[in-house]
């Protein structure tokens, strides 16, 4: 094994207006140097995005939205960045541990795939007010894994994976994180390849739920100036950019959606619904997007990180569930109007035949006016009684939306 990094992100909660200060922690995600000489920071990362997702990832020079931070931990993590969501993710934010990785990488990545890993870590490094979120889902893992010779060795065992090559073997261990013997992969099952991305005879790429894996397929001499050395540069910054921004997507549309599965339809009303569709058009405005860039792979990155996690049928079905609620309410005040006027013609009928009568066959007077009120009052009385709709209509106008 040549070359073998990781990226460990977890998600982690963040108070209002805490912005990661002191020496230690800089604005603007980690940089890298190409091998052109340019440096891969935050305004030359941002020509790589398209404008409204390259605010996502970080920020602007007035607010920035991303910092990190060199040489921390117990020495397994040579770096961490930190990442503010925007309020379009649900708040909260997503924290990056940058790992070197030994020569038995495969071992290593399900020891740094465990909660307790990061916490450990990040454990005295995160600025007050920023911590590892307690419900965080299993941490995702991005691993870069090269060979000397370009071919990998055999790692499954047993003869029902000798239809697998080298590579795919690799490929799912390393994406999925995940030891063999608690594990083992149907080798009979095709889909689980669906998330391959094929960037060239040199390399490869697996995008599983829990990670991702880029693998070398051709021969590493090793040394910074190579194409697997800018490759390893490569997944860890824009690539890595590119599953940032899917984790954001993922987080937003799950919590508008949550937030839509929580609201019983009595309670929905016009305010409510108009706030959750800001929502839900800040969170296509910021972060939902299959198309982000026009260079390179990212956007099939994406959509096979989506389509992992099931994303485009997450989000066709809370905008379906946001229509219909915002129809819903529609009907209901549609209908509170018709009976509001049913019931203002049934209760204004009586009144104005008594009042009539009273102008035209009495005398103008308190007494007539009295008269006749008491005379309407009484027919109402007998209307509402005689006819159930009327009551049902009345019962139907006073009642409140929570009942």
Request: glycine fraction near 8%; hydrophobic fraction near 45%.
């Amino acid at each position: 094994m040549r070359r073998a990094t990781a990226s460990v992100v977890v998600d982690v909660t963040w108070a209002e207006r805490v912005v990661p200060a002191g020496a230690e922690w800089r604005a603007g995600p980690l940089t890298a140097r190409w091998i052109d000489g340019t440096v891969a920071d935050r305004e030359r990362r941002m020509t790589y995005f398209e404008p409204r997702i390259a605010a996502s990832l970080y920020g602007t020079p007035g607010r920035p939205s991303r910092w990190h931070r060199h040489g921390a931990g117990s020495g397994r993590v040579r770096a961490v960045e930190l990442l503010r969501a925007p309020k379009s993710a649900g708040g909260g934010g997503l924290a990056v541990l940058h790992v070197t990785l030994g020569e038995d990488a495969l071992a290593q990545l399900p020891e740094i795939g465990r909660p307790a890993f990061a916490k450990e870590e990040l454990a005295g490094l995160l600025p007050l007010g920023v911590t590892v979120a307690e419900q965080a889902r299993r941490p995702w893992v991005l691993s870069h894994v090269t060979f000397a010779g370009g071919r990998p060795p055999t790692v499954l065992p047993g003869p029902e994976y000798a239809d697998w090559s080298p590579r795919d073997q690799w490929l799912w261990l390393l994406a999925s994180a995940t030891p063999f013997d608690r594990f083992p992969p149907d080798p009979q099952d095709a889909s689980l390849f669906a998330g391959r991305v094929r960037f060239s005879a040199d390399w490869q790429a697996l995008v599983l739920r829990d990670g991702t894996a880029f693998l070398g397929t051709s021969p590493d001499p090793g040394g910074d100036s190579t194409f697997h050395a800018a490759a390893a540069r490569l997944v860890h910054t824009l690539y890595l950019d590119v599953f940032l921004l899917g984790r954001l997507q993922l987080a937003g549309t799950n919590a508008l959606a949550n937030t839509l599965a929580a609201l019983r339809a009595p309670q929905a009303d016009a305010a409510r619904l108009q706030q959750y569709e800001e929502r839900l058009i800040e969170l296509r405005r910021t972060l939902w997007s299959t198309h982000i860039t026009a260079h390179g792979k990212a956007n099939e990155l994406l959509e096979k990180f989506q389509d992992q996690h099931r994303m485009p049928q997450l989000a066709e079905f809370t905008a379906n569930g946001l229509a219909d609620a915002a129809r819903y309410v529609e009907a209901t005040r549609a209908r509170r109007s018709g009976i509001a006027l049913g019931l203002l013609s049934a209760v204004g009928l009586p009144f104005g035949l008594a009042y009539g009568a009273g102008a035209l066959w009495g005398e103008p007077s308190p007494d007539t006016f009295a008269l006749c009120t008491v005379i309407a009052m009484a027919v109402t009385v007998v209307l509402f009684a005689l006819l159930p709709p009327l009551r049902s209509g009345a019962a139907e106008a006073l009642r409140r939306p929570e009942d």
